[in-house]
């Protein structure tokens, strides 16, 4: 349920109702508008007719109801576009935000070079694995912590915020003390007591797209963290597996405007995973932009030849500059600034 309250109402009145919605065993999640604010209730869907009482209290305008299931996700309760901060930078705001690096952090020379390479490009965010969700357990793992403290060297050095996946929820605490950002990856994307422990810790979330999720499933869980009290999420659409072979995965660029529609959150794209070959990310990438995407995650290696993981996926330096100055005008008839 939504509890809209009148506008200017005092804090006083605005606070009994969060006592009352937490007394029926709801939890309540606040937007503070320029306008009005706003209290979304929301808990086990039998009692919600109790909520409908509210509408008695001071300060109360209406109590309506959310009608999609993912409730803090939805552009019912928060209608106007969420902007998250990850660092300086911010994602779902005007500018378009690239994220590039490496799939796996590999040597101190590898993560540094990447690092230099793709600011001089423009991109802001630094991406690289330390731990690695593999297909097979006899492929690289991630150099863990040790990758962890090159992320943190590469920062040091470039300024540029870091994201990094996290695996398991016992591993929360240690990457959120490097990350700027927690990536959970497409095989985690309903690991619920890692989307729970994350939702725990505020840290900014990169959630991926399940290979097999619908767009549904996605928003749910987004509403894992949401419901945490963690509203800093950045949705990523990385390709979704169909019955085509000659691309990795297929990119489904049709789920940013419908995204955009159901939910306030920012949605970036991953155009190399999602196509699966190096040849195929500036194209995917422009058309990411060209349909509202608010940013890209894009894959650079140094010498992709001899990559860890991801290699066929990967930009060179060279590639990546020519990308970042071909997705110019793209961003800019998207009303984007890179
Ligand atoms: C990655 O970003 O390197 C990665 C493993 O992505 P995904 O979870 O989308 O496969
Ligand atoms: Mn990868």
Request: proline share 5%; net charge neutral; charged share 25%.
């Amino acid at each position: 349920m939504i509890i809209v309250m009148k506008s200017g109402v005092a804090e006083e009145d605005l606070q009994r109702v969060i006592h009352t919605i937490e007394e029926l065993g709801y939890q309540s999640h606040v937007i503070r508008g320029t306008q009005r604010s706003v209290i979304g209730a929301v808990g086990d869907e039998r009692g919600k007719a109790r909520l409908q009482s509210l509408e008695a209290l001071p300060g109360v305008e209406s109590v309506v109801p959310i009608l999609q299931p993912f409730k803090l996700a939805s552009r019912e309760f928060k209608p106007s576009q969420t902007v998250v901060k990850v660092g300086d930078v911010n994602i779902g705001g005007d500018r378009l935000v690239v994220i590039a690096g490496p799939c796996s952090v590999e040597t101190e020379d590898q993560i540094l070079e990447t690092a230099k390479t793709v600011k001089e490009a423009g991109a802001t965010i630094l991406r690289g694995g330390a731990f690695k969700p593999r297909t097979s357990p006899y492929a690289f793992q991630g150099l863990g912590e040790e990758g962890l403290r090159l992320l943190a060297a590469a920062r040091e050095e470039t300024g540029l915020a870091v994201v990094t996946e996290v695996l398991k929820p016992e591993d929360v605490d240690l990457v959120a003390e490097t990350a700027d950002m927690l990536q959970i990856g497409a095989r985690n994307m309903q690991n619920f007591a890692l989307l729970k422990r994350v939702g725990e810790v505020k840290k900014p979330v990169l959630l991926k797209r399940g290979i097999s999720s619908t767009i549904q499933e996605f928003l749910m869980a987004a509403e894992y963290v949401l419901s945490e009290g963690n509203y800093s999420i950045v949705l990523c659409e990385r390709g979704i597996r169909t019955f085509e072979t000659a691309t990795r995965f297929t990119l489904d660029l049709n789920a940013v405007p419908v995204i955009k529609k159901l939910s306030h959150l920012p949605v970036i794209v991953d155009p190399s995973h999602g196509t699966g070959h190096w040849e195929y990310v500036a194209p995917m990438a422009k058309a990411a932009i060209a349909c509202g995407a608010d940013g890209l995650m894009i894959e650079v290696h140094t010498h992709p030849e001899i990559a860890f993981s991801d290699g066929i996926q990967s930009l060179k330096p060279a590639m990546f500059r020519k990308l970042m100055q071909e997705v110019t005008p793209f961003a800019r008839a998207a009303g984007r600034r890179l």
